[in-house]
């Protein structure tokens, strides 16, 4: 039968959160056995964020994981990772079986990715579009075997992939396995913290030459303002 996907989505309160978190959900709604763990940027859960997870009727868990406090003054602070170490924790604890995808809220996902991470052995991987100066990260393919990675910023990092290029299976998740507060290079400390080698990773999306998921991301909508009218309103008056 087939094995639960555990996707853990980092959220945060925003304009944008609500309609992105909709928009997630229908996608997640055609997929079946999926459990959706949406860890909450905040010292307690949004009712907004749960009205949409009861919506879904899909299993859900539903985490409030604050970023620390000193993650709150800086700008290029790393992104989600309260989020995601609070639903490590969690997996840790009440599940021993699966496939965890980190899904962030504002991703697009083709349905084809579920069929493919579904069947993930250890740690699988793929491309994700529009992404960093060369439009796509992907590993690179040789006679069905990673031998490379294509990204734009190598970063001396051992596995450059994005957080949404890779799922992995529950099962190869060890006690050590930890997301550092380093920007940048969450991903590739997360899978050198599983004892991750180079021949263990599995191609998926057709020896990586489809992208079936995309790192998009939504302008930040900005509230026109409302001073100027009421001054244009006050200056018709009179
Ligand atoms: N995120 C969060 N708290 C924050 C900023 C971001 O939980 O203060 C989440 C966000 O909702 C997303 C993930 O972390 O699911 C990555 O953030 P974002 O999409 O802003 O980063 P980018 O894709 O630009 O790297
Ligand atoms: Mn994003």
Redesign the pocket.
Known sequence: DLKMIYFV????PRPE?VP?LTRLSHTLMHVPRIHWII???QPVCSPHVLNILKKSSLPYTHISSP?PYQ?KLSRN?P??V??RRAALSWLRENVREGILYFG????TVDLQLFDEIRVTKKVSMFPVGLIGGYGVSSPVVKDGKVVGFFDSWPGSRTYPVD?AGFAVNIEFLNADASMPYIAGHEEDRFLVSLGLQIDDIEPLASNCSRVLVW?T?TAKYKRPSLKLDLEKVDQDKY
Not at 9 to 12: G, V
């Open positions: 989505t980092p959220t945060y959160q992105e860890a909450d940027d970023k993650y602070f992104r989600g309260a989020n962030d809220d504002d991703n957080m790192h991301k």
